[in-house]
């Protein structure tokens, strides 16, 4: 299986929908994914970049999913204390249960701490806000 092809179907996107986020025209987008066309290094880059791999995974070269991680992010996350890294923590521990087995929603910020227990009011304020300042400053 292509690995276009396979990071595509793991977002669950179609690919016309594929070629819409990524910018790129449809036909343009079958092409690549079915290596009739080939990718240049922006476009790698970008790919690589939209589904949080390495460009090495894109080529085929690695056989493991190596996420590439924003040092910004990483900045901002160490310089929390451990109250915010905790509130973070609980906050990527709902998105990927989200993501991969669509148990939890945050589209209305229903969200569960590791302890399984629905967060308070308050400790949901605290988590959007940490979202916000950590991914929501990307300049």
Do not use: W
């Amino acid at each position: 299986m292509n690995r276009l092809k396979e990071l595509r179907e793991s977002r669950g996107l179609n690919m016309k929908e594929a070629a819409e986020e990524l910018g790129y025209k449809y036909m343009t987008y079958v092409n690549y994914e079915k290596e009739a066309r080939q990718l240049h290094s922006e476009q790698l880059q970008a790919i690589a970049k939209y589904y949080g791999v390495s460009v090495d995974y894109v080529l085929g070269r690695d056989r493991e999913q190596a996420p590439v991680i924003d040092m910004r992010i990483m900045f901002k996350y160490n310089a929390l204390d451990e109250h915010g890294k905790r509130i973070v923590s609980d906050l990527l521990d709902a998105e990927y249960e989200r993501c991969t087995r669509n148990a939890i929603g945050l589209d209305d910020f229903t969200m569960v701490a590791r302890s399984g227990k629905k967060m308070d009011e308050a400790t949901k304020a605290d988590a959007q806000k940490m979202a916000e300042i950590i991914f929501g400053d990307k300049e």
